[in-house]
């Protein structure tokens, strides 16, 4: 069950059990180191919309690796016992996917809620 608080004028949705549906946001464009070291820690920085309501949110990462190709899924979480949804934009703003890769070239891709993928080669040194 979802409840609201009003946080300097704002409602905002807590999350007081599993009951938030998940759905696929679609990133729509990402940032990447300028140099990526292998063996070494680095972020994937993501950006896109989430939603058209306050009580949509950024849930997590979901990454497999196959071989050298890294798929990507961006959840995002509705709080759908909510009773109030501020009509509010709701944005990734540099969401971190935090990887750390061997040497080599790699195919990055972010899966999109159409079915669709963003797609970006990364060569790790």
């Not at 696929?24 to 990402?30: K, N």
């Not at 140099?35 to 058209?52: D, P, Y």
């Not at 709080?79 to 709701?90: A, F, K």
């Not at 993928?117 to 790790?124: A, T």
Request: charged share 25%.
């Amino acid at each position: 069950m979802c409840f609201l608080s009003f946080i300097g004028g704002m409602t905002s949705c807590e999350k007081k059990t599993n009951v938030d549906e998940l759905f696929l946001i679609s990133v729509d464009s990402i940032k990447l180191p300028e140099k990526i070291i292998a063996n070494t820690s680095f972020n994937v920085l993501c950006f896109g919309t989430i939603g058209v309501n306050g009580c949509k949110s950024f849930s997590h990462f979901e990454t497999e690796k196959l071989n050298n190709i890294i798929t990507v899924e961006t959840w995002g979480k509705f709080c759908e016992n909510s009773s109030v949804c501020p009509d509010v934009m709701m944005y990734l703003e540099g969401e971190k996917l935090n990887l750390m890769l061997e040497k080599g070239s790699y195919l990055l891709k972010m899966k999109r809620n159409d079915g669709t993928y963003l797609e970006r080669q990364i060569l790790i040194e």
